[in-house]
């Protein structure tokens, strides 16, 4: 497989690839059960737990701020693809729309088919953390998440939610499905946090 859908990262990108990665000549789809397929006009997001309820739907987002973003993307499994280009909603100004009391201090990303990931709320709260709708100027490919997902980019891929659908915040730390089946809490490719211990 190296050499053909992978490679080595060159010296110069050693301040881009963190340790154990390879670079993918194209942008892989990994998912674990069922694809499912949601329909713009049919997507909810909504907000719960210790935040004050909301629901929003896609034309809510739409009317946000849109940003450009290009980012690297780190998967657990190995690789990475650099100079990812989106197009979608900063989570700092997705914040802005709902009320968080100060008492929480995790969010649990939940998603269309069941998924769920864990994140601290430092870790979800940043500049460069986003709502992506748009990949290499088209429309979210369904297998990539779409019509929406996350994007947190300082974090092994699975952090970034394909298919979400919703916030759920807490005052401690709630494992979501890949925690629970023995990833790592946090997920931090620079420390190669893969696993837990």
């Given at each position: 497989?190296l050499g053909?859908?992978?490679?080595?990262?060159?010296?110069?990108?050693?301040?881009?690839v963190?340790?154990?990665?390879?670079?993918a000549s194209g942008?892989?789809?990994?998912?674990y059960?069922?694809t499912?397929?949601?329909?713009?006009?049919?997507?909810?997001?909504?907000?719960?737990?210790?935040?004050?309820?909301?629901t929003?739907?896609?034309?809510d987002?739409?009317?946000m701020?849109q940003?450009?973003f290009?980012?690297d993307?780190?998967?657990?499994?190995t690789?990475?693809?650099?100079?990812?280009?989106?197009?979608?909603?900063?989570?700092?100004?997705f914040?802005?729309?709902?009320?968080?009391?100060?008492?929480?201090t995790?969010?649990?990303?939940h998603?269309?088919?069941?998924?769920t990931?864990?994140l601290?709320?430092?870790?979800?709260?940043?500049d460069?953390?986003f709502?992506?709708?748009?990949?290499?100027?088209?429309?979210?490919?369904?297998p990539?998440g779409g019509?929406?997902?996350?994007?947190?980019?300082h974090?092994?891929?699975?952090?970034?939610?394909?298919?979400?659908r919703?916030l759920?915040f807490l005052?401690?730390d709630?494992a979501g499905f890949?925690?629970?089946?023995?990833y790592?809490?946090?997920g931090?490719?620079?420390?190669?946090e893969?696993?837990?211990v």
């Open positions: 497989m053909k859908f992978f490679r080595k990262p060159d010296p110069e990108l050693g301040d881009r963190p340790p154990g990665q390879h670079l942008f892989p789809v990994l998912t059960g069922e499912p397929s949601v329909d713009q006009s049919a997507w909810e997001f909504h907000v719960w737990g210790l935040a004050t309820p909301a929003f739907h896609w034309n987002f739409m009317a701020p940003s450009d290009t980012a993307f780190h998967c657990v499994t690789w990475s693809k650099l100079d990812v280009q989106w197009t979608g909603v900063k989570v700092t100004d914040m802005k729309h709902i009320e968080v009391p100060p008492t929480a995790h969010v649990l990303q998603c269309y088919g069941g998924y990931t864990n601290p709320l430092e870790d979800f709260v940043r460069e953390n709502f992506a709708h748009t990949l290499f100027g088209e429309p979210l490919p369904v990539h019509p929406m997902r996350t994007v947190v980019p974090l092994y891929a699975w952090k970034s939610a394909k298919w979400i919703g759920e005052d401690h709630e890949w925690e629970r089946n023995g790592h809490h946090r931090d490719p620079w420390e190669e893969r696993y837990s």
